[in-house]
């Protein structure tokens, strides 16, 4: 670890990283619909909302290292025409 990463984050930085994770956790939850048109049900929801905050979990756990790494992959999918 840097010694930038061992400093202690506040609680607006782990809230605006949790922010950032469930954004980008919404967005991976809603790729399916650009391709298909799923039926809204109960599973299906439950399971977006479980990503979304699964993502916005490990963002604050891991900070930007995780941020960055599902950037990186989300910045490597082809675009949907």
Do not use: C, D, H
């Amino acid at each position: 670890m840097t010694p930038q990463e061992e400093q202690r984050r506040t609680l607006s930085e782990l809230g605006y990283q949790f922010l950032l994770g469930t954004a980008l956790g919404l967005i991976f939850a809603l790729i399916p619909l650009a391709i298909t048109t799923p039926a809204l049900t109960l599973w299906n929801t439950v399971a977006t909302i479980v990503i979304v905050l699964l993502f916005g979990l490990l963002s604050v756990t891991f900070g930007k290292k995780f941020l960055s790494a599902l950037m990186q992959f989300l910045e490597s999918l082809p675009p949907v025409a």
